[in-house]
């Protein structure tokens, strides 16, 4: 149950000797269950690590700013929250929005953050100020399981450690915005503990946008001989409001206005997850527990039609196990893993309909009342063998079954189930001819069975109202997606050097697609063909001179249709026709990253230090969503640049940041829909604006 068997860099590739009383080494990194190094190497493909340093300095505030950094990585903000953004990587999305094809799968600890009725991942209830790193491994993640189908992100927590650390930070800044985060972690012999807690608060920069994010996060961890076990707890209780898009004469002329304001999320969440492993005579043996639950509602306040409210709660809890080792097989190195793993999660929807006024002209009305209670499981094994003259070959293969009923307790007759099944396999060859280099090559393959939500509203002739309805319409088929890859790293660690180039070639059959019919519903269609193809190129130099840090990086993407389809649209009451070729919407073809941290001042002893840093994006143009057949103008290309100087001396940290910089206006998002306001109701562009300058100033102390 893993990332996949990952090459680790060449110069870390000495054998690990294993004692049989003394636990190995042990690898993380892209890794669900740990193993060791020498088994986890091998699996080729592209990963990437975002170390705690990377997002602090930035001062990210969720996984989406975090993953921008990387190539080919382009948010935007549909919702209008900036802490609810969407994240399109190699094509492929991952958001809070229900509604989106969601083809990335993210986990917390090796356990996955998805949620049961559309796969949405809700950022603000991830503990990203808790995290020692977020790894990202790109493609499907055979190991892993399913819905991986672009890539898999992994949010591994810190634990305590000697010597003991204790931080505290206090923020504030533009649009009435203030933060305040603590932590604390040590080591004792073979126990450890460590404690997080963050509450934020912010007005927001349009109308009606105000949050309120308070996560906590602790972990207890035992290290002994044998025996390496963390029990760790996370919870949440936000409530953030939403602006949503406008049209685009409005978005140009007041970008702060909020076209229907009321509309807010609010979510509590916890997660309690038990990772452990130990040695089983030469065996590694990884066995990890968990339970999660959600109760949360999002209420939407719409011009047409009335106001609507959903109340979700879900109930999820699963493990894992698996075993790795090597043998011999004819004079070389055998690496094996082998594992199971299966979940149970329970989902309720209500949705309400709304008074106009949120309630005020007379109670809600209950118009669908849904329940599931889904059963995944899955075994899974591979291997990797040294084939000589620094080759390695890797093999893998992963079984999923899925049992996915759902019950309509308001109308019985409308209640169904759905069973998937699945062998996803995965075959890669990686070369490593020294200094620092290697080559590798794969092909794998991966699927993503339809949510709940998307089984429930696939019938074309009755279109579902948003949030979404559900009933036992046409049955949707599972996403199935294959990719060819071939890549190569160089790591100089004498240097600072880390350079990378990856080409990579996806296919997609049955993509499962929302069609907007109408403003506030649709339905789910699986589309016959689709292909996200592309380039990436990082380039890392931290070796120029002392805390002098350059990197750039490059992401060109094509996602196309390969297949003739009809498709309904709000643009046009007949539909449109989308023909092979045709760009999916909001998929830039070009992103480029680039930064640069410059050292002012070298302090040392009693002397302050001092560090200056730019960061700059570029995002291509856009076709707007509800133009898939490309027949409208694209968003605007834009670019965007954030600047910051940070002070340390002694045991304190004062930081200075300013986002935007130099005020750019742009939209990251785009749509259509028809604007009631004006006479006859006409269908517009609607766009999301992006935030303008902004500043946050921070003070923190070690103590």
């Known amino acids: 149950m893993l990332l996949g068997l990952l090459p680790t860099p060449v110069g870390a590739q000495r054998p690990d000797s294993i004692s049989r009383d003394t636990l190995a080494p042990v690898v993380v990194t892209g890794v669900r269950l740990p193993t060791v190094r020498e088994i986890a190497r091998g699996l080729a493909g592209r990963t990437a690590t975002l170390n705690a340093g990377d997002l602090d300095a930035r001062g990210v505030r969720s996984l989406a700013d975090a993953l921008e950094q990387l190539p080919g990585v382009t948010t935007s903000d549909e919702l209008g929250a900036t802490g609810q953004l969407d994240v399109s990587l190699r094509g492929f999305q991952v958001s809070p929005v229900i509604g989106l094809p969601q083809g990335v799968t993210v986990y917390v600890d090796g356990v996955r953050a998805n949620e049961p009725d559309a796969h949405e991942v809700n950022f603000d209830l991830l503990p990203l100020e808790d995290v020692e790193r977020v790894e990202v491994v790109y493609g499907p993640s055979v190991l892993l399981g399913r819905n991986a189908l672009g890539a898999a992100v992994n949010l591994v927590t810190r634990r305590g450690a000697d010597p003991p650390s204790r931080e505290l930070e206090t923020s504030a800044g533009s649009f009435g915005r203030y933060e305040l985060k603590a932590h604390a972690g040590a080591r004792h012999g073979v126990w450890d503990y460590y404690l997080g807690a963050r509450y934020e608060r912010e007005d927001g920069w349009r109308q009606e946008t105000g949050s309120r994010i308070a996560t906590l996060f602790g972990k207890a961890g035992l290290l002994s001989g044998t025996w390496d076990a963390t029990l760790s707890y996370s919870g949440a209780d936000n409530k953030i409001f939403q602006a949503g898009s406008l049209p685009e004469s409005v978005a140009a002329a007041s970008p702060r206005v909020n076209f229907t304001g009321g509309d807010y999320f609010a979510p509590t969440a916890h997660l309690v997850i038990l990772n452990a492993q130990r040695l089983v005579r030469r065996a590694q043996l990884a066995v990890n527990a968990f339970g999660r639950s959600l109760s949360s509602e999002q209420f939407n306040v719409n011009f047409v039609g009335e106001d609507s409210r959903q109340r979700t709660r879900t109930r999820i809890g699963g493990g894992a196990v698996q075993l790795s080792a090597k043998l011999h097989v004819g004079g070389k190195e055998l690496r094996w893993l082998a594992g199971a793993d299966a979940d149970y999660q329970h989902t309720a929807v209500r949705i309400f309909a709304v008074p106009r006024g949120g309630g005020g002209g007379g109670p809600d009305s209950l118009t669908e009342s849904v329940r599931t209670n889904q059963l995944d499981a899955g075994a899974f094994a591979g291997a990797n063998l040294d084939l000589g003259r620094s080759l390695t070959a890797t093999l893998a293969a992963r079984y999923d079954w899925i049992r996915l009923p759902f019950e309509d307790l308001v109308d019985a007759t409308q209640s169904g189930l759905n069973i998937y099944r699945r062998v996803s396999p995965r075959a890669g060859l990686s070369w490593s001819p020294g200094r620092g280099h290697e080559v590798f090559a794969s092909v794998s393959r991966g699927f993503r069975a339809p949510a709940v939500v998307e089984i429930g509203c696939s019938d074309p002739a009755a279109a579902c109202p948003l949030p979404f309805a559900l009933g036992p319409d046409?049955?949707?088929?599972?996403?199935?997606?294959?990719?060819?890859?071939?890549?190569?790293?160089?790591?100089?660690?004498?240097?600072?050097?880390?350079?990378?180039?990856?080409?990579?070639?996806?296919?997609?059959?049955?993509?499962v697609f929302f069609i907007a019919s109408a403003v506030t519903g649709g339905y789910f269609q699986?589309?016959?063909?689709?292909?996200?193809?592309?380039?990436?190129?990082?380039?890392?130099?931290?070796?120029?001179?002392?805390?002098?840090?350059?990197?750039?990086?490059?992401?060109?993407?094509?996602?196309?249709?390969?297949?003739?389809?009809?498709?309904?649209?709000?643009?046009?009451?007949?539909?449109?026709?989308?023909?092979?070729?045709?760009?999916?919407?909001?998929?830039?073809?070009?992103?480029?990253?680039?930064?640069?941290?410059?050292?002012?001042?070298?302090?040392?002893?009693a002397r302050p230090s001092l560090y200056a840093a730019l960061d700059a994006r570029y995002v291509g143009r856009q076709w707007l969503r509800g133009d898939e057949a490309n027949a409208t103008r694209r968003l605007a290309d834009y670019a965007v640049a954030d600047a910051s100087v940070t002070v340390n001396w002694r045991e304190l940290e004062l930081r200075a940041m300013v986002g935007n910089v130099f005020d750019q206006r742009y939209v990251s998002f785009g749509t259509f829909a028809p604007n009631p306001t004006e006479a006859g109701t006409p269908v517009q562009r609607w766009v999301t604006p992006g935030l303008p300058r902004h500043l946050q100033v921070s003070l923190s102390a070690d103590f």
């Open 474 to 511: 046409p049955a949707l088929q599972p996403v199935v997606a294959t990719t060819y890859e071939l890549g190569w790293h160089a790591r100089r660690a004498g240097a600072g050097l880390d350079a990378s180039a990856n080409v990579y070639r996806t296919d997609v059959r049955d993509d």
């Open 526 to 605: 699986n589309i016959g063909a689709t292909r996200r193809t592309g380039l990436e190129l990082a380039l890392q130099w931290g070796g120029v001179g002392p805390g002098l840090r350059l990197y750039t990086n490059y992401g060109y993407t094509v996602a196309t249709f390969e297949t003739t389809a009809q498709l309904a649209t709000t643009r046009d009451s007949g539909g449109e026709t989308v023909k092979p070729g045709d760009t999916l919407p909001m998929v830039p073809g070009h992103r480029v990253n680039a930064g640069l941290v410059i050292p002012m001042l070298s302090g040392t002893g």
